[in-house]
């Protein structure tokens, strides 16, 4: 069973920085789609950024509303991403969740439907 694992979370104040990691455990398959989403207490879950495994080096989505302040990695060897997250401010708490898919197509236009496998969170709090 595919489990993507997250970790990095936290609580910091506004302006500091996170980096958040994401593995899949309990599969050798490597996802061709993986992203990050955040949720934050009533509102939808929304999607923040993707990258697919045969362009690692290529992000496929990033959520620019947020700015230019959240890069995501990826590294196909050992089968994680990553969510450099830069300038936090308190809009930003929420649970971030690491998504993957087989296919590569969520990438492209990533809703939370579309992506099979989902982590279980990681809580990041940002305070003023």
């Known amino acids: 069973q595919v489990q993507p694992v997250e970790s990095g979370g936290g609580s910091v104040q506004a302006g500091g920085s996170l980096r958040l990691s994401c593995a899949i455990s309990?599969?050798?398959?490597?996802?061709?789609?993986m992203g990050w989403f955040r949720q934050a207490p009533g509102q939808e879950r929304e999607a923040v950024a993707t990258n697919r495994a045969a362009t690692s080096s290529t992000t496929d989505f990033v959520d620019f509303r947020k700015g230019r302040r959240f890069t995501i990695s990826r590294d196909n060897v050992k089968n994680e991403v990553y969510l450099q997250m830069v300038d936090l401010n308190p809009e930003d708490t929420a649970m971030y969740y690491c998504?993957?898919?087989?296919?590569?197509?969520?990438?492209?236009?990533?809703?939370?439907?579309?992506?099979?496998?989902w982590g279980q969170g990681t809580q990041v709090t940002v305070s003023s």
């Open positions: 998504a993957a898919d087989p296919s590569p197509d969520p990438c492209i236009n990533p809703t939370r439907l579309r992506f099979t496998y």
């Open positions: 309990g599969s050798t398959m490597r996802p061709m789609c």
